[in-house]
């Protein structure tokens, strides 16, 4: 699947070309839920994506070829392709460098992303059993919720089929650092990109655990009631938003934009750059929590190193204390689906 490019660039220097060219990796990714609501503007932003040569979309519903013929009228490098309904899957699957897992049910007001097991546990099993078969060194990145209980499901499946690599199977938690940068630019009245905070622990309330005391820039807050109330901001955010949309589903469209982020890290990665840094949720030994989040540098193979979550303060201690538990509640439920 993985075609090279040569790129070829022209630099003027002194009123004279010079012509260069270097080879660059070109990747396949493939969307599993590309019709739904991240799905769509998720593709929209791996479609501007130079690194991707291919962009496989997948999903049940009806709209899929059409989304895909829509996004293939961009005028950008990725050759899309649509695949709509589950004996499609395999073909989409076929090749993947990289497949991004969007598909599933999003919450409604009053409920919790665990409330999505039931619908959601079987889409993303079915969705590595898949990968397994076609594409079994494929990096999985799963945005499908409840993330803490959907990544131990693919992990489980894919060791069933002895394919399983730990460094190529993640939990999409991005969404919690993209809005920790954007309340904090907002708060220290900075440009948001500019902010680059390490989010550890899982995807759910207690288990979203930004760690304000390595924020750079600080937050300029100068009480720990403004911290904590900061703090829970950021864990609520995603129920912020349901709220928001009042029945209309969750995140959709910042996700997309936190998805297309990962990716871009993931593919970066891949193609050989050095010191790429994101934080995901992936199998981890640091805590007893079997998987954790926290930043990762990636490479060819995926997660080349875990960087661990360095110093905590005593009220950051006191929320990895309060999100073990849950945590290793969430692996359980997700390991047991499949092993049951
Ligand atoms: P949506 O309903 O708008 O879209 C989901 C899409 O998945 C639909 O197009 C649907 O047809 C498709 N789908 C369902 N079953 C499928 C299957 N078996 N194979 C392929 N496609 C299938 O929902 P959404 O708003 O895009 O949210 C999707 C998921 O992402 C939800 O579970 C939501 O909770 C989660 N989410 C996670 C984060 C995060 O930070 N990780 C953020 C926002 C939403
Ligand atoms: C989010 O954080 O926005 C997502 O996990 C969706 C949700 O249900 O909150």
Known sequence: SRAVKPVVTVAIQNGAKNFSTSPEMLFKVMVAGAAGGIGQPLSLLLK?????????????????????????????????EGFQGADKLDSAVKGADVVVIPAGVPRKPGMTRDDLFNTNASIVRDLAECVARNSPKAIVAIITNPVNSMVPIASEVLKKAGVYDPNRVLGVTTLDVVRACSFIGTINGVDPRSVSIPVIGGHSGVTIIPLLSQANPKPKISDQGKIEAL??????????????????????????????????AILRGLNGESNVVECAYVKSDLTEATYF????????????????????????????????????????????FVNK
């Open 293 to 336: 989040a926290n930043p990762l540098v990636f490479g060819k193979g995926g997660v080349a190193k875990n960087l661990g979550y360095g110093k905590l303060n005593a009220y950051e201690q006191a929320l990895l204390k309060a999100a073990i538990p849950e945590l290793k509640k969430n692996i359980a439920v997700g390991e047991k």
């Open 231 to 264: 703090t829970k901001r950021i864990q609520e955010a995603g129920t912020e938003v349901v709220k928001a949309k009042a029945g209309g589903g969750s995140a959709t469209l910042s996700m997309a934009w936190a998805g297309a982020r990962l990716t871009n």
């Open 48 to 80: 501007q994506n130079p690194l991707v040569s291919n962009l496989a979309l997948y999903d049940l519903a009806p709209v899929t070829p059409g989304v895909a013929v829509d996004l293939s009228h961009m005028d950008t490098p990725a050759k899309v």
